[in-house]
């Protein structure tokens, strides 16, 4: 099977409200990790990235917070507007060097109301 | 802006056609990726080029081919075309050690 996945496969939050995106990865041997945004219709738009020697990175209203003791990782998006209304992927990359294959999760459906 | 393109954005054909669709990226990245999305599969890697003449195959390559003679375009040729194929189709560049972004999709359907 895959080795990475995701808790929730959809999410409905508020508009306003903080949202958390969960994924879980099982190769511990994963050293790059990205999240990416998928609006119907369009093309994956990359988010933000975090390396495995790092546990937080933080964007423009998005944090990535990495856990390799458990294997997962998050994303957190601050004040979530309707246009965060997408699916979002995980994808890590396994094994070293800088020609990365990655593998991606199946995605998280985040659903914004108004 | 550099960009990355895709076309054709739609395409219908017929089982055992021939189909090729084309990539093409103006930021002189050396890798390029085919993907395949299909519900309850997410994004899976066909096949990839790490440079001009380098191809190599992904997880699901069985019945597609790739050639690189360029560092900007890397089309993705379907053999004989099956319904099984029916997909919609991402290509993807990165810069050694650098992100990786995907075109805007290939709605592919195969009757």
């Known amino acids: 099977g895959e080795s990475v996945g995701l808790h929730l496969p959809t999410l409905s939050v508020q508009e306003g409200d903080n949202s958390i995106i969960n994924c879980a990865y099982s190769?511990?041997?994963?050293?790059?990790f990205i999240w990416y945004k998928q609006e119907s219709g369009k093309g994956p738009q990359f988010i933000i990235d975090i390396r495995s020697n790092m546990d937080k990175r933080q964007g423009q209203r998005v944090t990535v917070l990495l856990n390799k003791t458990v294997k997962h990782l998050s994303l957190q998006i601050a004040a979530t507007q309707p246009g965060d209304s997408a699916v979002y992927f995980c994808?890590?990359?396994?094994?070293?060097?800088?020609?990365?294959?990655?593998?991606f999760g199946k995605g998280t459906l985040l659903t914004v109301n108004p | 802006d550099a960009e990355i393109t895709q076309s054709p954005r739609h395409k219908i054909t017929e089982t055992g056609r021939q189909v090729t669709l084309a990539c093409h990226q103006t930021?002189?990245?050396?890798?390029m990726f085919w993907y395949r999305q299909d519900l309850g599969h997410g994004l899976r890697l066909i096949h990839y080029?790490?440079?001009?003449?380098?191809?190599n195959k992904g997880e699901v390559s069985d019945g597609y081919s790739v050639s690189r003679s360029n560092t900007e375009d890397l089309p993705l040729t379907l053999e004989s075309a099956a319904s099984s194929q029916t997909s919609v189709y991402f290509c993807?560049?990165?810069?050694?050690?650098?992100?990786?972004?995907f075109g805007p999709g290939t709605r592919l359907t195969v009757l």
């Open positions: 994808a890590e990359n396994i094994g070293g060097g800088s020609n990365y294959k990655l593998t």
């Open positions: 190769n511990s041997a994963s050293d790059y």
């Open positions: 080029s790490y440079g001009v003449h380098d191809t």
């Open positions: 993807a560049s990165r810069a050694d050690g650098g992100k990786q972004f």
């Open positions: 930021w002189n990245h050396n890798n």
